[in-house]
Protein backbone atom coordinates (compact mmCIF):
# COMPACT_ATOMS: atom_id res chain seq x y z
CA UNK A 1 0.00 0.00 0.00
CA UNK A 2 2.75 2.60 1.18
CA UNK A 3 4.46 2.27 -2.25
CA UNK A 4 1.08 3.19 -3.83
CA UNK A 5 0.82 6.44 -2.35
CA UNK A 6 2.92 8.54 -4.01
CA UNK A 7 1.64 7.20 -7.36
CA UNK A 8 -2.17 8.38 -6.37
CA UNK A 9 -1.11 11.88 -4.73
CA UNK A 10 0.73 12.56 -8.18
CA UNK A 11 -2.43 11.60 -10.00
CA UNK A 12 -4.41 13.97 -7.65
CA UNK A 13 -2.22 16.44 -8.54
CA UNK A 14 -2.36 15.94 -11.90
CA UNK A 15 -6.13 15.58 -11.80
CA UNK A 16 -5.80 18.94 -10.03
CA UNK A 17 -3.60 20.55 -13.20
CA UNK A 18 -6.20 19.50 -15.28
CA UNK A 19 -9.01 21.31 -13.58
CA UNK A 20 -7.13 24.58 -13.83
CA UNK A 21 -7.45 24.50 -17.71
CA UNK A 22 -11.13 23.54 -17.37
CA UNK A 23 -13.46 27.10 -18.21
CA UNK A 24 -16.64 27.85 -17.05
CA UNK A 25 -18.92 27.50 -20.19
CA UNK A 26 -20.61 31.07 -19.56
CA UNK A 27 -17.62 32.97 -17.87
CA UNK A 28 -15.09 31.67 -20.32
CA UNK A 29 -12.32 33.85 -18.66
CA UNK A 30 -12.18 31.70 -15.40
CA UNK A 31 -11.31 27.82 -15.05
CA UNK A 32 -13.61 25.60 -12.27
CA UNK A 33 -11.00 25.81 -9.65
CA UNK A 34 -10.67 29.61 -9.64
CA UNK A 35 -14.87 29.91 -9.22
CA UNK A 36 -13.87 27.66 -6.55
CA UNK A 37 -16.84 24.85 -7.15
CA UNK A 38 -14.55 21.52 -6.93
CA UNK A 39 -14.46 20.80 -3.59
CA UNK A 40 -11.91 17.65 -3.88
CA UNK A 41 -10.12 15.15 -6.12
CA UNK A 42 -10.73 11.80 -4.52
CA UNK A 43 -9.02 8.43 -5.74
CA UNK A 44 -11.18 5.36 -5.79
CA UNK A 45 -9.40 2.08 -6.80
CA UNK A 46 -8.89 2.89 -10.76
CA UNK A 47 -11.29 5.74 -11.27
CA UNK A 48 -11.02 9.46 -10.05
CA UNK A 49 -13.98 11.18 -8.03
CA UNK A 50 -14.16 15.17 -8.60
CA UNK A 51 -16.76 16.66 -6.15
CA UNK A 52 -18.24 19.77 -7.26
CA UNK A 53 -20.72 22.19 -5.30
CA UNK A 54 -23.23 24.20 -7.91
CA UNK A 55 -23.17 27.60 -8.09
CA UNK A 56 -26.87 28.42 -8.21
CA UNK A 57 -29.93 25.89 -7.80
CA UNK A 58 -31.03 26.52 -11.49
CA UNK A 59 -27.73 26.70 -13.30
CA UNK A 60 -28.29 25.94 -16.47
CA UNK A 61 -24.28 25.32 -17.27
CA UNK A 62 -24.38 22.74 -14.30
CA UNK A 63 -24.70 19.89 -16.46
CA UNK A 64 -21.72 21.07 -19.16
CA UNK A 65 -19.29 21.74 -17.06
CA UNK A 66 -20.00 18.02 -15.28
CA UNK A 67 -18.96 16.84 -18.91
CA UNK A 68 -16.15 19.62 -19.61
CA UNK A 69 -14.62 18.00 -15.98
CA UNK A 70 -14.76 14.15 -17.45
CA UNK A 71 -13.94 14.99 -20.62
CA UNK A 72 -10.82 16.79 -19.65
CA UNK A 73 -9.58 14.16 -16.71
CA UNK A 74 -10.29 11.01 -19.19
CA UNK A 75 -8.46 13.13 -21.60
CA UNK A 76 -5.39 13.85 -19.83
CA UNK A 77 -5.32 9.97 -19.35
CA UNK A 78 -6.20 10.37 -15.53
CA UNK A 79 -10.08 8.36 -15.89
CA UNK A 80 -12.42 7.11 -15.66
CA UNK A 81 -13.68 10.37 -13.89
CA UNK A 82 -16.74 10.75 -12.66
CA UNK A 83 -18.16 13.78 -11.20
CA UNK A 84 -20.33 13.77 -8.03
CA UNK A 85 -22.25 17.09 -6.56
CA UNK A 86 -21.80 18.42 -3.04
CA UNK A 87 -24.53 20.69 -1.81
CA UNK A 88 -23.60 21.40 1.32
CA UNK A 89 -21.86 23.66 2.55
CA UNK A 90 -23.79 25.94 -0.08
CA UNK A 91 -21.38 27.57 -2.42
CA UNK A 92 -20.12 31.30 -2.11
CA UNK A 93 -18.76 34.02 -4.13
CA UNK A 94 -16.27 33.99 -1.29
CA UNK A 95 -14.65 31.03 -3.05
CA UNK A 96 -13.64 32.59 -5.53
CA UNK A 97 -9.97 32.87 -5.85
CA UNK A 98 -7.49 35.95 -5.85
CA UNK A 99 -6.19 34.90 -9.26
CA UNK A 100 -9.80 34.34 -10.66
CA UNK A 101 -11.03 38.19 -9.18
CA UNK A 102 -8.02 39.29 -11.16
CA UNK A 103 -9.05 37.48 -14.37
CA UNK A 104 -12.43 38.81 -14.30
CA UNK A 105 -11.38 42.00 -14.01
CA UNK A 106 -9.17 41.66 -16.68
CA UNK A 107 -12.23 40.13 -18.65
CA UNK A 108 -14.44 43.03 -17.97
CA UNK A 109 -16.70 41.92 -15.14
CA UNK A 110 -16.55 43.68 -11.72
CA UNK A 111 -16.12 40.71 -9.10
CA UNK A 112 -17.73 40.34 -6.01
CA UNK A 113 -17.00 41.68 -2.68
CA UNK A 114 -16.94 39.83 -0.07
CA UNK A 115 -20.63 38.24 1.20
CA UNK A 116 -20.15 39.54 4.92
CA UNK A 117 -20.33 42.69 4.14
CA UNK A 118 -22.85 42.36 1.61
CA UNK A 119 -24.87 40.83 4.62
CA UNK A 120 -24.19 43.58 6.98
CA UNK A 121 -25.22 45.77 4.52
CA UNK A 122 -28.72 44.33 3.27
CA UNK A 123 -29.32 43.75 7.49
CA UNK A 124 -30.38 47.16 7.58
CA UNK A 125 -33.00 47.15 5.08
CA UNK A 126 -35.04 44.80 3.27
CA UNK A 127 -35.56 46.93 0.32
CA UNK A 128 -32.97 47.79 -1.74
CA UNK A 129 -33.27 50.22 -4.46
CA UNK A 130 -29.58 51.29 -4.93
CA UNK A 131 -26.97 48.64 -4.88
CA UNK A 132 -23.64 49.68 -2.87
CA UNK A 133 -20.37 50.63 -4.96
CA UNK A 134 -19.05 48.45 -7.27
CA UNK A 135 -15.58 49.97 -8.84
CA UNK A 136 -15.37 49.86 -12.85
CA UNK A 137 -13.41 46.96 -14.10
CA UNK A 138 -11.71 49.04 -16.96
CA UNK A 139 -10.89 52.58 -15.49
CA UNK A 140 -11.27 51.34 -11.75
CA UNK A 141 -14.10 54.30 -10.84
CA UNK A 142 -16.26 53.94 -8.25
CA UNK A 143 -18.60 56.10 -9.51
CA UNK A 144 -20.90 53.62 -11.00
CA UNK A 145 -24.64 52.55 -11.12
CA UNK A 146 -26.37 49.76 -11.69
CA UNK A 147 -28.40 49.53 -14.36
CA UNK A 148 -30.63 45.85 -13.76
CA UNK A 149 -29.87 43.45 -10.59
CA UNK A 150 -30.05 40.71 -13.20
CA UNK A 151 -28.00 39.88 -16.58
CA UNK A 152 -26.98 37.99 -19.11
CA UNK A 153 -26.53 34.76 -16.18
CA UNK A 154 -27.74 34.11 -12.68
CA UNK A 155 -24.62 35.48 -11.39
CA UNK A 156 -24.36 38.86 -13.09
CA UNK A 157 -25.62 42.37 -12.88
CA UNK A 158 -25.58 44.97 -15.24
CA UNK A 159 -23.79 48.41 -14.42
CA UNK A 160 -22.59 51.49 -15.64
CA UNK A 161 -19.80 53.34 -14.95
CA UNK A 162 -20.83 57.24 -14.78
CA UNK A 163 -16.95 58.26 -15.01
CA UNK A 164 -16.27 56.39 -18.32
CA UNK A 165 -19.94 55.61 -19.22
CA UNK A 166 -18.39 52.15 -20.21
CA UNK A 167 -21.24 49.54 -19.46
CA UNK A 168 -20.41 46.74 -17.14
CA UNK A 169 -21.31 43.29 -16.14
CA UNK A 170 -20.81 42.49 -11.96
CA UNK A 171 -20.72 39.36 -10.52
CA UNK A 172 -23.25 39.43 -7.74
CA UNK A 173 -21.70 38.38 -4.33
CA UNK A 174 -23.91 35.71 -2.66
CA UNK B 1 -42.32 9.24 -33.86
CA UNK B 2 -44.46 8.14 -37.35
CA UNK B 3 -46.34 11.09 -38.84
CA UNK B 4 -49.40 9.15 -39.44
CA UNK B 5 -52.38 8.70 -37.35
CA UNK B 6 -53.26 5.93 -35.54
CA UNK B 7 -56.83 4.33 -36.13
CA UNK B 8 -59.21 5.25 -33.09
CA UNK B 9 -58.29 3.63 -29.98
CA UNK B 10 -61.02 0.87 -28.67
CA UNK B 11 -61.57 0.42 -25.36
CA UNK B 12 -59.21 -2.45 -24.85
CA UNK B 13 -56.33 -0.26 -26.19
CA UNK B 14 -56.82 2.85 -24.88
CA UNK B 15 -54.92 2.00 -22.14
CA UNK B 16 -51.73 1.13 -23.96
CA UNK B 17 -49.95 3.95 -24.04
CA UNK B 18 -48.25 2.50 -27.38
CA UNK B 19 -51.66 3.02 -29.12
CA UNK B 20 -52.00 6.44 -27.53
CA UNK B 21 -51.13 9.51 -28.60
CA UNK B 22 -50.06 10.40 -24.79
CA UNK B 23 -48.55 9.06 -22.30
CA UNK B 24 -49.72 7.76 -19.23
CA UNK B 25 -49.36 9.17 -15.64
CA UNK B 26 -47.74 7.60 -12.86
CA UNK B 27 -49.20 6.21 -10.20
CA UNK B 28 -49.00 8.82 -7.25
CA UNK B 29 -49.26 7.27 -3.29
CA UNK B 30 -46.59 9.60 -1.81
CA UNK B 31 -46.09 9.32 2.50
CA UNK B 32 -47.52 12.48 4.31
CA UNK B 33 -43.71 13.38 5.09
CA UNK B 34 -43.57 12.64 0.85
CA UNK B 35 -46.65 14.77 0.52
CA UNK B 36 -44.77 17.85 2.12
CA UNK B 37 -41.47 18.32 -0.08
CA UNK B 38 -44.17 17.60 -3.16
CA UNK B 39 -45.67 20.53 -1.97
CA UNK B 40 -43.03 23.02 -1.59
CA UNK B 41 -41.17 21.58 -5.02
CA UNK B 42 -44.74 21.85 -6.66
CA UNK B 43 -44.87 25.39 -5.20
CA UNK B 44 -41.10 26.26 -6.58
CA UNK B 45 -41.93 24.67 -9.93
CA UNK B 46 -45.69 26.11 -11.02
CA UNK B 47 -44.90 29.24 -9.53
CA UNK B 48 -42.04 29.62 -11.85
CA UNK B 49 -44.16 28.11 -15.00
CA UNK B 50 -45.96 31.46 -14.19
CA UNK B 51 -43.02 33.35 -13.84
CA UNK B 52 -41.69 32.29 -17.31
CA UNK B 53 -44.63 33.19 -19.08
CA UNK B 54 -43.30 36.97 -18.90
CA UNK B 55 -40.30 36.20 -21.17
CA UNK B 56 -40.57 38.41 -24.45
CA UNK B 57 -43.53 40.23 -22.20
CA UNK B 58 -42.27 41.87 -19.20
CA UNK B 59 -43.21 46.05 -19.58
CA UNK B 60 -39.23 46.12 -19.87
CA UNK B 61 -36.09 44.35 -20.69
CA UNK B 62 -34.57 44.67 -17.47
CA UNK B 63 -37.74 42.65 -15.99
CA UNK B 64 -37.75 40.31 -18.22
CA UNK B 65 -34.80 38.91 -17.65
CA UNK B 66 -35.29 39.51 -13.90
CA UNK B 67 -38.58 37.35 -13.80
CA UNK B 68 -37.15 34.59 -15.81
CA UNK B 69 -33.68 34.74 -13.80
CA UNK B 70 -36.29 34.19 -10.76
CA UNK B 71 -38.00 31.26 -12.43
CA UNK B 72 -34.74 29.90 -13.21
CA UNK B 73 -33.85 29.74 -9.63
CA UNK B 74 -37.13 28.36 -9.13
CA UNK B 75 -37.15 25.24 -11.59
CA UNK B 76 -33.60 24.47 -9.85
CA UNK B 77 -35.38 24.55 -6.43
CA UNK B 78 -38.11 22.23 -8.09
CA UNK B 79 -35.58 19.55 -9.38
CA UNK B 80 -33.33 19.64 -6.40
CA UNK B 81 -36.69 18.89 -3.91
CA UNK B 82 -38.71 16.55 -6.92
CA UNK B 83 -35.45 14.50 -8.19
CA UNK B 84 -34.50 13.88 -3.85
CA UNK B 85 -38.46 12.68 -2.78
CA UNK B 86 -38.38 10.82 -6.52
CA UNK B 87 -35.97 8.73 -5.22
CA UNK B 88 -37.71 7.73 -2.14
CA UNK B 89 -40.73 6.57 -4.70
CA UNK B 90 -39.01 5.54 -7.26
CA UNK B 91 -39.58 8.65 -9.93
CA UNK B 92 -37.19 10.93 -11.51
CA UNK B 93 -37.90 14.39 -11.74
CA UNK B 94 -39.53 14.64 -15.22
CA UNK B 95 -41.93 11.51 -14.32
CA UNK B 96 -43.15 13.46 -10.75
CA UNK B 97 -43.04 16.85 -12.87
CA UNK B 98 -44.73 15.80 -16.49
CA UNK B 99 -46.43 12.89 -16.12
CA UNK B 100 -48.65 13.38 -13.04
CA UNK B 101 -51.88 14.16 -13.40
CA UNK B 102 -53.69 17.47 -11.74
CA UNK B 103 -55.02 16.06 -8.78
CA UNK B 104 -51.09 14.88 -7.87
CA UNK B 105 -50.03 18.45 -7.71
CA UNK B 106 -49.98 19.64 -4.59
CA UNK B 107 -48.48 23.22 -4.97
CA UNK B 108 -50.40 26.43 -3.08
CA UNK B 109 -53.83 27.54 -5.34
CA UNK B 110 -52.16 31.23 -5.37
CA UNK B 111 -49.57 30.20 -7.51
CA UNK B 112 -51.49 28.41 -10.14
CA UNK B 113 -53.66 31.74 -10.62
CA UNK B 114 -53.70 33.10 -14.00
CA UNK B 115 -50.42 35.22 -14.90
CA UNK B 116 -49.82 36.82 -18.27
CA UNK B 117 -51.40 34.71 -20.69
CA UNK B 118 -55.25 35.29 -19.63
CA UNK B 119 -54.42 39.01 -19.50
CA UNK B 120 -53.49 39.22 -15.75
CA UNK B 121 -51.86 42.74 -14.91
CA UNK B 122 -48.47 42.72 -13.88
CA UNK B 123 -49.35 44.30 -10.65
CA UNK B 124 -50.91 40.57 -10.39
CA UNK B 125 -47.29 38.98 -10.75
CA UNK B 126 -45.00 41.43 -8.32
CA UNK B 127 -48.00 40.96 -5.93
CA UNK B 128 -47.96 37.29 -6.36
CA UNK B 129 -43.68 37.18 -6.05
CA UNK B 130 -43.79 39.14 -3.30
CA UNK B 131 -45.86 37.42 -0.78
CA UNK B 132 -44.64 33.83 -2.23
CA UNK B 133 -40.92 34.77 -2.04
CA UNK B 134 -41.28 36.06 1.14
CA UNK B 135 -43.27 32.64 2.49
CA UNK B 136 -40.18 30.88 0.77
CA UNK B 137 -37.32 32.43 2.32
CA UNK B 138 -39.05 31.93 6.00
CA UNK B 139 -39.44 28.58 4.97
CA UNK B 140 -35.98 27.81 3.66
CA UNK B 141 -34.44 29.29 6.51
CA UNK B 142 -35.78 27.13 9.22
CA UNK B 143 -35.18 23.99 6.04
CA UNK B 144 -31.79 24.89 6.58
CA UNK B 145 -32.48 22.62 9.81
CA UNK B 146 -33.71 19.66 8.40
CA UNK B 147 -33.27 16.18 9.96
CA UNK B 148 -33.22 15.05 6.23
CA UNK B 149 -29.23 16.43 5.29
CA UNK B 150 -30.55 16.70 1.67
CA UNK B 151 -32.93 18.64 2.34
CA UNK B 152 -31.12 21.13 4.67
CA UNK B 153 -28.26 21.05 1.55
CA UNK B 154 -31.08 22.03 -0.97
CA UNK B 155 -32.19 25.20 1.61
CA UNK B 156 -28.82 26.04 2.57
CA UNK B 157 -28.81 27.16 -1.40
CA UNK B 158 -32.20 28.32 -2.00
CA UNK B 159 -32.16 30.66 1.05
CA UNK B 160 -29.52 33.02 -0.11
CA UNK B 161 -31.62 33.06 -3.56
CA UNK B 162 -34.71 33.90 -2.01
CA UNK B 163 -33.43 36.95 -0.30
CA UNK B 164 -32.79 38.44 -3.78
CA UNK B 165 -36.04 37.64 -4.99
CA UNK B 166 -37.56 39.08 -1.97
CA UNK B 167 -35.37 42.34 -2.60
CA UNK B 168 -36.19 42.40 -5.96
CA UNK B 169 -40.14 42.22 -5.70
CA UNK B 170 -40.01 44.01 -2.35
CA UNK B 171 -38.56 46.90 -4.93
CA UNK B 172 -41.51 46.73 -7.64
CA UNK B 173 -44.08 46.46 -4.61
CA UNK B 174 -42.90 49.88 -3.28
CA UNK B 175 -42.52 51.71 -6.34
CA UNK B 176 -45.86 50.97 -8.18
CA UNK B 177 -47.47 51.13 -4.72
CA UNK B 178 -46.24 54.35 -3.71
CA UNK B 179 -46.12 55.23 -7.16
CA UNK B 180 -48.54 56.44 -10.01
CA UNK B 181 -52.37 56.95 -9.05
CA UNK B 182 -52.99 54.34 -11.74
CA UNK B 183 -50.43 51.79 -10.49
CA UNK B 184 -51.29 52.43 -6.87
CA UNK B 185 -54.76 51.56 -8.30
CA UNK B 186 -53.40 48.51 -10.18
CA UNK B 187 -51.34 47.06 -7.16
CA UNK B 188 -54.16 47.80 -4.89
CA UNK B 189 -56.36 45.85 -7.35
CA UNK B 190 -53.94 42.67 -7.46
CA UNK B 191 -53.44 42.69 -4.07
CA UNK B 192 -57.23 41.80 -3.25
CA UNK B 193 -57.35 39.47 -6.38
CA UNK B 194 -54.59 37.72 -4.57
CA UNK B 195 -55.30 38.33 -0.51
CA UNK B 196 -57.98 35.51 -0.33
CA UNK B 197 -55.24 32.64 -1.24
CA UNK B 198 -52.62 33.81 1.37
CA UNK B 199 -54.49 32.02 3.75
CA UNK B 200 -53.65 28.27 2.45
CA UNK B 201 -49.80 29.23 3.55
CA UNK B 202 -50.58 29.02 6.80
CA UNK B 203 -53.00 26.24 7.59
CA UNK B 204 -51.41 23.45 9.21
CA UNK B 205 -53.10 19.79 8.72
CA UNK B 206 -51.36 15.78 9.09
CA UNK B 207 -48.97 16.13 6.75
CA UNK B 208 -47.58 19.31 8.33
CA UNK B 209 -47.72 17.65 11.25
CA UNK B 210 -46.31 14.40 10.07
CA UNK B 211 -43.17 16.91 8.59
CA UNK B 212 -42.56 18.39 12.06
CA UNK B 213 -42.79 15.44 14.25
CA UNK B 214 -40.40 13.78 12.22
CA UNK B 215 -37.98 16.92 12.57
CA UNK B 216 -38.14 17.48 8.24
CA UNK B 217 -39.70 20.87 8.40
CA UNK B 218 -41.87 23.33 10.13
CA UNK B 219 -45.38 23.32 10.03
CA UNK B 220 -46.76 26.62 8.26
CA UNK B 221 -48.21 28.18 10.26
CA UNK B 222 -45.29 28.46 12.37
CA UNK B 223 -43.95 30.87 9.68
CA UNK B 224 -46.13 33.46 9.86
CA UNK B 225 -44.44 36.00 12.40
CA UNK B 226 -41.66 35.43 9.91
CA UNK B 227 -43.47 36.73 6.94
CA UNK B 228 -45.44 39.59 8.41
CA UNK B 229 -41.84 40.72 9.75
CA UNK B 230 -40.98 40.90 5.79
CA UNK B 231 -44.33 41.88 4.16
CA UNK B 232 -45.71 44.38 6.95
CA UNK B 233 -43.01 47.17 6.75
CA UNK B 234 -42.68 46.90 3.00
CA UNK B 235 -46.72 47.47 2.39
CA UNK B 236 -46.59 49.66 4.89
CA UNK B 237 -43.78 51.83 2.61
CA UNK B 238 -45.84 51.17 -0.50
CA UNK B 239 -48.57 52.94 1.22
CA UNK B 240 -50.69 49.36 0.60
CA UNK B 241 -53.36 48.00 3.14
CA UNK B 242 -52.88 44.39 3.65
CA UNK B 243 -57.00 43.47 2.86
CA UNK B 244 -58.87 41.60 5.85
CA UNK B 245 -58.73 37.83 5.63
CA UNK B 246 -62.06 36.20 4.82
CA UNK B 247 -63.67 32.83 5.16
CA UNK B 248 -62.61 31.17 1.95
CA UNK B 249 -59.73 29.09 1.59
CA UNK B 250 -57.97 27.20 -1.46
CA UNK B 251 -57.13 23.75 -1.16
CA UNK B 252 -54.16 23.26 -4.37
CA UNK B 253 -51.90 21.65 -1.23
CA UNK B 254 -54.15 18.83 -1.13
CA UNK B 255 -54.70 18.32 -4.68
CA UNK B 256 -57.84 20.42 -5.31
CA UNK B 257 -57.14 23.11 -7.53
CA UNK B 258 -58.70 25.78 -9.49
CA UNK B 259 -59.81 25.95 -12.89
CA UNK B 260 -56.86 27.57 -14.07
CA UNK B 261 -54.43 24.23 -13.40
CA UNK B 262 -55.49 22.02 -15.71
CA UNK B 263 -54.27 24.60 -18.96
CA UNK B 264 -51.16 25.24 -16.74
CA UNK B 265 -50.34 21.31 -16.89
CA UNK B 266 -51.84 20.58 -20.44
CA UNK B 267 -48.84 23.47 -21.54
CA UNK B 268 -46.41 22.66 -19.05
CA UNK B 269 -46.58 18.92 -20.06
CA UNK B 270 -47.56 18.49 -23.59
CA UNK B 271 -44.19 17.63 -24.83
CA UNK B 272 -43.42 15.01 -22.62
CA UNK B 273 -46.96 13.58 -22.73
CA UNK B 274 -46.99 13.71 -26.85
CA UNK B 275 -43.46 12.43 -27.09
CA UNK B 276 -43.01 9.72 -24.68
CA UNK B 277 -39.23 9.65 -22.86
CA UNK B 278 -38.15 12.61 -25.02
CA UNK B 279 -34.94 14.13 -23.63
CA UNK B 280 -32.91 17.46 -24.69
Known sequence: MTAREPVSAARVTRAWEVLHGVLDPEVPAISVTDLGIVRD??????????????TYSGCPATEVIEQAITDAVNAAGLGPARVTQRRAPAWTTDWITPEGREKLRAYGIAPPGSCASEAAASNVQPIRLMARDV???????????????????????????????????????? | ?????????????????????????????????????????????????????????????????????????????????????????????????????????????????????????????????????????VLWAELEKSSDAEIAAIA??????????????????????????ESTRRMRQALARLWPYVAELFETDGVDAAAAEAGLGPMRMS????????????????????????????????????????????EMQVLQRSFPGGVW
Not at chain 2, 157 to 178: F, I, M, N, P, T
Not at chain 2, 228 to 250: H, K, N
Not at chain 2, 255 to 263: A, P
Open chain 1, 135 to 174: ACPRCGSAQTERLSAFGSTACKALYRCIACREPFEHFKPI
Open chain 2, 223 to 266: LKAGWDAIVAPVFAQAALEIPATGAFRSTGSRGVHSEHMGYLLA
Open chain 2, 156 to 181: GKAVKESCYHVAHAADWVVRLGDGSE
Open chain 2, 1 to 137: MSTTFAPLPTTASVSNAAASTTTESIVFAPTPTQQYLVRIGDTCLVHAQRLAEWSGHAPILEEDIALTNLALDLVGQARALLTHVGRQMGYDEDQLAFLRNERDFLNFTLVELPGRKAGRDFADAIVRNFLLSAWMN
Open chain 1, 41 to 54: VIEHGDGLEVVVTP
